[in-house]
């Protein structure tokens, strides 16, 4: 079975301050690493992936994450946000593609003032 | 030109009655979901079909009953409705099958609500 744990429900963060959404994962096998962004009202879109290859993965509106399998973590980072940044942060992981299943971590709200 | 499409997104009901979600894919996927996202917005996978064939059936009450006539649409119907029904269901699809990404394209909710 895999497992996914965000580590921060709620981040409040300044305008044009870095941020790092953090996420940890369990798996007896080897995962495909997801995060997807939820803007208010709307359904969830793929922000970026780590299948295989380069460990740091980018994706869009500037956003980047890291796969460390050492710490089985998966943490997404943005160096500047802005305030069309505040969202709701998924991470999800799939076992392999052919199972069809992805486990979702409890979400990550972002925050971002003025 | 929307690729993953859900009917109606506002549902206001009556405890006990029975109500149906439509979902549609113009993508070409060969898997579909639904996925349950609570008031904490947390999500839970309910059920998943592949080429109209259930190969994901999570512990979900009997009251809730998927059904795929072709593998571009996925219904949802529920039967007596309880309060705890109220949620935002999301449909989704995929592709399955190896040398492919496994990514979830989402259709925007159907946010429902039993009184």
């Known amino acids: 079975a895999q497992s996914v744990t965000q580590l921060d429900s709620q981040v409040p963060v300044f305008e044009e301050a870095p941020v790092e959404l953090r996420c940890n994962y369990s798996s007896s096998v080897s995962v495909y690493l997801f995060w997807y962004v939820q803007y208010p009202n709307q359904g969830l879109q793929l922000l970026l992936k780590y299948l295989s290859g380069s460990t740091l993965v980018k994706g869009i509106n500037g956003f980047e994450a890291e796969f460390n399998k050492s710490q089985t973590s998966f943490h997404l980072r943005k160096p500047s946000v802005h305030i069309s940044d505040t969202a709701e942060y998924f991470c999800?992981?799939?076992?392999?593609?052919?199972?069809?299943?992805?486990?979702f971590g409890d979400g990550t709200t972002l925050t971002v003032k003025p | 030109d929307t690729a993953v499409s859900q009917t109606p997104k506002y549902l206001v009901t009556q405890m006990g009655n029975d109500k149906s979600i439509k979902c549609e894919q113009n993508?070409?996927?060969?898997?579909m979901y639904w996925y349950k996202q609570d008031s904490k917005k947390f999500l839970k996978i309910m059920f998943s079909?592949?080429?109209?064939?259930?190969?994901i059936n999570e512990t979900v009450p009997n009251r809730f009953s998927p059904k795929s006539p072709d593998k571009a649409h996925l219904n949802l119907h529920i039967n007596s409705l309880e309060l705890g029904d109220s949620a935002v269901y999301f449909c989704?699809?995929?592709?399955?099958?190896?040398?492919?990404?496994?990514?979830?394209?989402f259709g925007e909710g159907s946010r429902l609500t039993v009184l």
């Open positions: 993508l070409g996927h060969d898997t």
């Open positions: 999800a992981v799939t076992r392999d593609t052919n199972a069809g299943k992805s486990t």
């Open positions: 989704a699809s995929s592709q399955r099958g190896r040398a492919v990404t496994g990514e979830l394209f």
């Open positions: 079909y592949n080429n109209k064939e259930l190969i």
